[in-house]
């Protein structure tokens, strides 16, 4: 009687009737497969590239001038300022929070976990309208504001409020599972052999979790150059002042500007393309990491 199979882990194998028993027919394989293609064709591949179509459909001059016209190039030094600011402050905020929550244990923790959810959960224009029963002229906080000489709604303040609101989930959402998993061992071994508390931050747990890190704020980035909905109540709409890509592209297509309006959708599409394609790096480099400490 022959021995049975062993795995290189050195353990025997499953029987053939189990692994027949556990997989799908080669047919079914590629029916769920040209059904997620046709998904992914129809919903992503066809409306993108619409967008480049008809940003291009006047030529290649006529693109050129929407995309460098004053208000656009407005639009796009405001998307990027906005980013700029909410996203380090997500970074800091989803740091701190994740920490929190991963390493300590406290009364009232999982309210901060609700808490956190909470912008998944609150629709963007429900959140810039509480922003702006907040800080409005006729808001809670409006007269003492006025009084000070500080206006929030309809300025850039306004935008980053509101854009910090619709992000904060994403940096501490990618951190919590991630410290988790880790634990704590190895921030208390640094502890015993006497580091403080931020030599432990700074060289344990933050090398530990910087490519979930990368990739949370990659995401949170995405969202705040894409967000629409918060930033539209906020801003007022005023041109070349307040207005965002998104609130750029509703703008020009409200008045039948489609050329101008699809070339600033096209940048859109790039900005998303580009944290595609980190995001797709991100995930590769962080798993084959993974993969390699789970090895050891």
Not at 14 to 28: G, L, M, Q, R, Y
Not at 52 to 80: Q, W
Not at 163 to 173: K, N
Not at 279 to 296: D, N
Request: aromatic share 12%; proline share 5%; hydrophobic share 55%.
């Amino acid at each position: 009687m022959s021995a049975a199979p062993h795995t290189p882990a050195g353990r025997a194998a499953p029987p053939a009737w189990f692994a027949a028993a556990t997989s799908d027919p080669a047919w079914v394989r590629w029916l769920l497969s040209l059904l997620a293609l046709a998904f992914l064709v129809l919903f992503l591949v066809v409306p993108l590239a619409a967008v480049f179509y008809e940003a291009l459909n006047a030529g290649l001059g006529a693109y050129l001038h929407s995309i460098t016209e004053k208000d656009a190039l407005s639009a796009v030094r405001l998307t990027l300022l906005v980013a700029a600011i909410a996203v380090p402050l997500n970074l800091v905020f989803g740091i701190a929070a994740a920490w929190l929550i991963a390493k300590f244990e406290f009364k009232g923790k999982s309210v901060l976990i609700t808490l956190i959810d909470l912008p998944f959960s609150v629709s963007p224009v429900v959140s810039g309208l509480v922003y702006v029963l907040l800080f409005g002229a006729q808001g809670f906080f409006g007269p003492l504001l006025q009084e000070l000489g500080i206006k929030i709604i309809f300025t850039v303040s306004g935008l980053v409020l509101a854009t910090v609101f619709v992000t904060f989930p994403f940096v501490a959402r990618e951190l919590i599972p991630l410290m988790q998993e880790q634990g704590t061992e190895e921030e208390e071994a640094a502890i015993v052999l006497g580091a403080s508390g931020w030599q432990t931050f700074w060289r344990v747990t933050l090398p530990n979790v910087k490519w979930g890190l990368l990739y949370g704020v990659l995401l949170c980035n995405a969202r705040a150059m894409g967000e629409f909905g918060a930033v539209s109540v906020v801003s007022g709409n005023l041109r070349g002042q307040t207005t965002t890509m998104p609130l750029q592209v509703e703008m020009l297509y409200n008045e039948y500007n489609s050329v101008a309006a699809f070339a600033v959708a096209s940048l859109l599409a790039l900005l998303a393309l580009v944290t595609l394609v980190a995001k797709s790096l991100v995930e590769w480099r962080f798993g084959r990491e993974i993969a390699a400490t789970r090895g050891h």
